[in-house]
């Protein structure tokens, strides 16, 4: 397997300095020498496996953690993940990760319209570490192009990745589509929830939390094929009334409407610059669009989740988070047919006036959102 030591287990000091190593090179833009520190851990016989969720995740959560907190640019947050992604082909070239096939064939997809990548490639990498025949696909992949894939392959199993909960119904189709041809699909990433609440919903085959548990579900036995009697789309809640569809088909139209209306009700974004008018109008877009994703699951504390986060983001950016409200009570008037709608808009409203709302978990949403804010 390796031409260099045995690989040997990580202790918790040896991937905390190897993380602390890597952190300083990324945060700092250094590309050489965050490669020297991965590649620096497999000469001195550091298991790959480790290294890539022990030490590169964890430095990518940071990552997020960091911008989320205004220590980090959306620009710098990009440069950094690119390290991190280059970090890790350079350590599946290396020798100390050559792995022969001795397992089936999974394929590995991010959601269309989904392009955080990272932690697939990671899954990608470690169940090549463990045998498998991969083939990852990358960022934004379209359906289609998915199951004309899986058609071509014969693939045992569909892992799909995403990071961003307005992706779900696009994830939903996918996973909808790959069962139709016979091949089961385990999820993953935060946009099906921290307890895989959205992944149960929309019927996946299988779920993990990251991607260690993930590679060892599937090690586990193969999944099981879908049935014939598999949940249909018509049983969420979207199809149950024309809110869900008629929000989305208008967004475009519901955010100018919007717009300015709030432009009467919070004088201050009329001293805005154009970009900062700009920069508001695509926040109102994106609430929309969490709306309507929210509507789609049926799932108020969705929302209310991203709206509360949202709240913080602004605050750590010094933007004005009590613009809210408004825009919140702005849109439940101008959906006062819509009863669903207007429920999850109260419900987010809500929740950003408890005292508490500060301790919601974490909602992920698009890195520009809160940034381009400002």
């Not at 995740?57 to 940071?62: D, F, H, P, S, T």
């Not at 990552?63 to 350079?90: D, F, P």
């Not at 045998?131 to 569909?158: C, E, F, K, M």
Request: charged share 20%.
């Amino acid at each position: 397997m390796s031409i260099h030591t045995p690989h040997r287990a990580a202790t918790g000091d040896t991937v905390g300095q190897l993380a602390d190593d890597l952190w300083t090179a990324v945060s700092a833009g250094d590309e050489r020498t965050a490669t020297e520190v991965v590649l620096g851990a497999l000469e001195r016989g550091v298991d790959p496996e480790s290294v890539l969720l022990d030490v590169i995740a964890r430095v990518q959560g940071k990552v997020g953690e960091e911008w989320a907190a205004n220590r980090l640019s959306v620009a710098q947050e990009h440069a950094a993940t690119a390290i991190n992604e280059r970090a890790v082909a350079a350590l599946s070239l290396h020798p100390a990760a050559r792995t022969a096939p001795t397992r089936g064939r999974i394929t590995v997809a991010c959601v269309d319209g989904e392009w955080h990548a990272l932690p697939a490639r990671l899954l990608a990498e470690v169940l090549t570490l463990r045998g498998w025949r991969v083939d990852y696909l990358g960022a934004q992949v379209p359906g289609p192009h998915l199951i004309a894939h899986l058609h071509r392959t014969n693939s045992d199993a569909v892992a799909l990745s995403s990071s961003i909960a307005t992706r779900l119904p696009t994830a939903h189709a996918a996973i909808t589509a790959c069962q139709a041809i016979g091949v089961p699909v385990l999820v993953g990433g935060a946009a099906f929830g921290p307890d895989g609440r959205y992944a149960f919903l929309l019927d996946a085959d299988a779920w993990a939390p990251d991607a260690r548990a993930a590679a060892d579900r599937l090690a586990a036995g193969p999944l099981p094929r879908p049935r014939r009697d598999h949940q249909q789309l018509d049983d969420l809640p979207h199809l149950a009334d024309q809110e869900y569809t008629l929000i989305t088909r208008n967004s475009a139209a519901l955010v100018r409407t919007v717009f300015t209306a709030l432009e009467a009700a919070f004088p201050a974004l009329r001293t805005y610059s154009e970009l900062q008018r700009e920069h508001t109008a695509e926040d109102l877009a994106h609430i929309v669009e969490f709306l309507g994703t929210a509507l789609y699951l049926g799932d108020e504390d969705l929302f209310a989740s991203f709206i509360t986060w949202t709240a913080q983001i602004l605050t750590a950016r010094g933007v004005p988070a009590r613009s809210l409200p408004p825009t919140l009570s702005i849109l439940a008037a101008e959906l006062k047919d819509f009863p669903r709608a207007v429920c999850i808009l109260e419900h987010g409203t809500a929740a950003l006036t408890r005292p508490d709302h500060g301790s919601r978990p974490y909602a992920p949403v698009d890195r520009s959102t809160a940034e381009s804010a400002s």
